[in-house]
Nanobody, 121 residues
């Protein structure tokens, strides 16, 4: 059993900053990708940023230049530094990890329970 726990969400004014953290624990084989998704009320869950164990990062166009993702794969941890926050960034942010699994098995997609980020004046 694998558990992903997010932290760092909260209420912030437009233009402010927050740092999200996620740590995975449990029966992990080998996590090779971690990232963040978000879901606003009434909208579909969307990708925010992902980073591979090799350090290759990809961002949604809406957050490029404002958010920075980083990983500490030795700790099975991922972080998201969010700067210049906008009201449209308001959402529940979910941590995601992909565990390779054993040979002949498909990768396992893991999800945290989410942390709420509210950007409002």
């Amino acid at each position: 059993q694998v558990e992903l726990v997010e932290s760092g969400g909260g209420l912030v004014q437009p233009g402010g900053s927050l740092r999200l953290s996620c740590v995975a624990s449990g029966s992990i084989f080998s996590i090779y990708q971690m990232g963040w998704y978000r879901q606003a009320p009434g909208k579909q869950r969307e990708l925010v940023a992902v980073i591979t164990s090799g350090g290759i990062a990809n961002y949604a166009d809406s957050v490029k230049g404002r958010f920075t993702i980083s990983g500490e794969y030795s700790k099975n941890a991922v972080y998201l530094q969010m700067n210049s926050l906008k009201p449209e960034d308001t959402a529940v942010y979910y941590c995601n990890a992909v565990d390779r699994g054993s040979p002949y098995q498909l990768p396992t997609d893991l999800w945290g329970k989410g942390t709420l980020v509210t950007v409002s004046s």
